[in-house]
């Protein structure tokens, strides 16, 4: 084999390689940790509340969960956030926590960026978190002055719900975890999509504009309906609105939302529900855009459709409902 060949075979060979081992490192970094959640005591149910961005106008810029800690009197609360496969907590928050009230610095001391078996309450129901980990933020905190104002400590994830039922009245501002789907929602008329739990994402199989399509739920994208490329932003939008731009963070990053208003509409079987927006999110990371296309995923939907329903999670029977 004459020389020119063999370099263009071998630099094919590198590249296939290449190709097959960096799909399956990406594989590997969309693989969520084992459970390390210990529910119990349910079903259980709480009122959440939202958190609102003043400075860009959202009303409901995330959707936090009250828990109570043993040694702390006061409420905190945790960011519900299904593009989590994992809680976590805030380190700066905890420092606060164990500055303000010393019954909690043994429990809330964190080993190796771990916190071991923190019990919490979340409602009537019971939490053991065996290990969870304490993620650096490095934003200054204190804890507010107003015993109401919500006190956001870090991120309840899509753990709590594994193997479980999930219900969110977001008319009521209601969360239910459950073993089982309540009767009382099933009997309203509820429908029902095929929802893939795998490696703890929520991923939803609806129509968009009347054609089939894999959507990421992600509660923790509150402030947006649907979160897509740019290209299909493009197409979603219409074609006289004048699009809005944001700054949003990231865990202390900052990126760029742009978001315009869509007559685009989604099919959950018989029910069809408005978007009302579509937004693409400007900044985000190479690895962040490859672990979109390894997913499989078309897109992350937010809150804002459900804003007028109940929506029912069920990891145990794999689907998502609608209750109208």
């Known amino acids: 084999m004459k020389l020119l060949p063999k370099i263009l075979l071998a630099t094919l060979t590198l590249f296939v390689l290449s190709s097959i081992g960096g799909y399956f490192y990406f594989r590997k970094q969309f693989q969520a940790p084992a459970n390390?959640?210990?529910?119990?005591?349910?079903?259980?149910?709480?009122?959440?509340?939202?958190?609102?961005?003043?400075?860009?106008?959202?009303?409901?810029?995330?959707?936090?969960?009250p828990v109570s800690i043993p040694g702390c009197p006061r409420t905190c609360y945790l960011q519900f956030d299904t593009g989590a496969p994992y809680t976590l907590l805030k380190s700066n928050a905890l420092e606060v926590l164990r500055a303000n009230f010393p019954a909690t610095r043994a429990t809330l001391q964190a080993q190796h960026d771990t916190v071991h078996n923190l019990q919490f309450t979340l409602g009537q129901g019971h939490v053991l978190a065996r290990k969870i980990w304490v993620r650096p933020y490095a934003t200054a905190t204190q804890l507010p002055t107003n015993p109401n104002e919500p006190f956001v400590i870090g991120t309840l994830g899509t753990d709590v719900f594994d193997g479980r039922v999930l219900a969110i009245n977001y008319a009521r501002q209601s969360f239910s975890l459950s073993d089982s789907a309540p009767d009382s929602l099933l009997r309203r008329r509820a429908t029902f999509v095929p929802m893939s739990f795998k490696e703890r994402r929520v991923l939803l199989s609806v129509g968009l504009q009347g054609q089939p399509q894999e959507l990421m739920f992600d509660s923790g994208s509150s402030a947006f309906a649907l979160l897509t490329s740019p290209d299909n932003w493009q197409r979603m939008a219409q074609p006289t609105a004048t699009a809005q731009s944001v700054p949003v963070n990231s865990w202390g990053k900052t990126l760029t939302a742009h978001t315009v208003a869509t007559t685009a509409t989604m099919q959950f079987g018989a029910a069809t529900l408005p978007l009302g927006t579509v937004t693409y999110i400007e900044g985000t990371t190479f690895m962040q855009r490859m672990l979109t296309q390894v997913s499989g995923m078309g897109g992350m939907l937010g809150n804002a459709p459900f804003s007028q329903h109940t929506i029912i999670l069920d990891a145990k029977a794999g689907r998502f409902g609608v209750v109208q």
């Not at 529910?39 to 959707?63: G, I, K, N, R």
């Open 36 to 65: 390390q959640l210990v529910v119990s005591q349910l079903p259980a149910t709480t009122a959440f509340v939202w958190e609102a961005d003043a400075t860009h106008h959202l009303a409901h810029a995330a959707l936090l969960v």
